[in-house]
């Protein structure tokens, strides 16, 4: 049977299967995109998932997590993150990052506490969050795709 640890590490890396095969099958321009003109694009939310993994790994370290780009509201993609093999290298190597920092929590780790943007996570819940969090951004990058006309799955 499967560990809590092994269990979180597949889930993440299932999650960030799909989504860097969304990613892969996009174009610049797709990622670049802002339909409406009023939200994010997908660089923006991928660079978003990059830096914040980062910070959830050192947490799950108990180490200092890594400053994070000053802004007013969301994280918005500098321009030389704005290229797809940029982006899911940074996307993979901040999985990559989580799931290393998983590797030295036994399941009784995973239940110890930490503060972390106003509230008390475990360790567990924290890497489930890295997940959805994955999961969230995915379905807002598929209804990108859908918007320009791509209506294929690409998680083959």
């Known amino acids: 049977m499967a560990t809590a640890t092994e269990t979180l590490k597949g889930m993440l890396q299932m999650a960030s299967h799909f989504y860097i095969s969304d990613l892969k099958a996009s174009s610049n321009d797709t990622l670049a995109s802002k ?12 660079f978003e998932l990059a830096t914040l993994n980062h910070v959830m790994a050192a947490q799950l370290r ?8 000053e802004s007013e509201g969301y994280m918005t993609a500098p321009p030389e993150f704005c ?9 993979t190597e901040s999985i990559d990052d ?19 943007w106003g509230r008390t996570w475990s360790k567990r819940e924290l890497a489930g969050l890295a997940c ?10 598929n209804y990108v795709q859908t918007a320009g006309g791509d209506l294929a799955v690409h998680w083959g």
Do not use: M, V
Not at 62 to 69: C, E, I, R
Not at 132 to 141: K, M, N, R, T, V
């Open 98 to 116: 989580i799931a290393s920092a998983l590797d030295g929590l036994t399941d009784e780790g995973l239940e110890a506490s930490l503060e972390l």
């Open 35 to 46: 339909p409406g003109g009023a939200h994010r694009c997908p660089y923006d939310f991928t």
């Open 132 to 141: 959805i969090h994955l999961a969230y951004h995915d379905g807002q990058l």
């Open 62 to 69: 108990d180490a200092t997590p890594p400053a994070t780009p």
């Open 83 to 91: 290229n797809i093999d940029t982006a899911c290298k940074a996307l």
